[in-house]
């Protein structure tokens, strides 16, 4: 399948943005994975799986895509303050 993946999921199957017509600059800061993807024509948006989805179209424009961040405030443990 062509294209760039947009979203990756944990069981491998991506979601996958048609190439033609699109322009996609991808940044990453402190795990923040940001893709900025310039459409010029609707492009398909397809599943990488077995069984996927039913395909959507993306229409034209401009799209800031990022990835899920979790955050969990029962890992952040208290520190003693030491002098």
Do not use: C, W
Not at 45 to 62: D, M, R
Not at 68 to 75: A, C, D, G, Q, T
């Amino acid at each position: 399948m062509r294209g760039r993946a947009v979203g990756h999921s944990e069981s491998g199957h991506n979601h996958i943005l048609g190439s033609h017509g699109v322009t996609v600059m991808e940044r990453t800061h402190n795990g923040m994975r940001v893709l900025h993807a310039i459409l010029l024509e609707p492009v398909p948006l397809k599943q990488s799986a077995g069984a996927p989805h039913q395909e959507q179209t993306v229409e034209p424009g401009e799209y800031f895509i990022t990835n899920n961040v979790e955050y969990n405030p029962f890992l952040e443990q208290a520190r003693r303050v030491a002098d």
